[in-house]
């Protein structure tokens, strides 16, 4: 089993990745770790250090597969952000998405982020949301 876990960096992101990686854990499944950005910088850089971290506290490298990627964007509109996730599973083949459905910004207020929104509503694996 693939699992893909997007992040933005937002502590509900973040609690996501907790979930996909015991979900990884959990059913031997290899776990890819994507965040889309419009340019890579700092900001980046120390979330790809939070992610890093997560995953060596978790364990997880022991127990399967993962990959962590950083994905240019064109825009960075969660709209768009949904149709990318939605162009690397079917790129990737993955198995199931899991990730958070409130965004980054004013969008994240909203009962459920419009790039989760798009993912579920045009995604043809399971996809997993979390708070």
């Not at 910088?41 to 997880?60: F, H, M, N, Y």
């Amino acid at each position: 089993m693939k699992i893909l876990a997007p992040v933005d960096g937002s502590e509900c992101s973040m609690r996501a990745l907790d979930f996909a990686i015991e979900f990884a854990r959990r059913y031997d499944a290899d776990l890819s770790v994507v965040h889309f950005t419009d340019v890579r910088g700092e900001d980046t850089d120390r979330l790809q250090t939070r992610i890093d971290e997560k995953l060596a506290d978790s364990g997880v490298e022991s127990d399967t597969s993962v990959s962590v990627d950083v994905h240019l964007a064109s825009l960075k509109v969660s709209d768009r952000i949904g149709k990318d996730i939605i162009a690397v599973v079917e790129d990737d083949d993955y198995d199931h998405v899991v990730m958070g459905h409130h965004g980054t910004g004013r969008i994240g207020a909203f009962l459920l982020g419009s790039a989760a929104k798009t993912v579920l509503e045009s995604c043809d694996i399971p996809v997993t949301t979390v708070p």
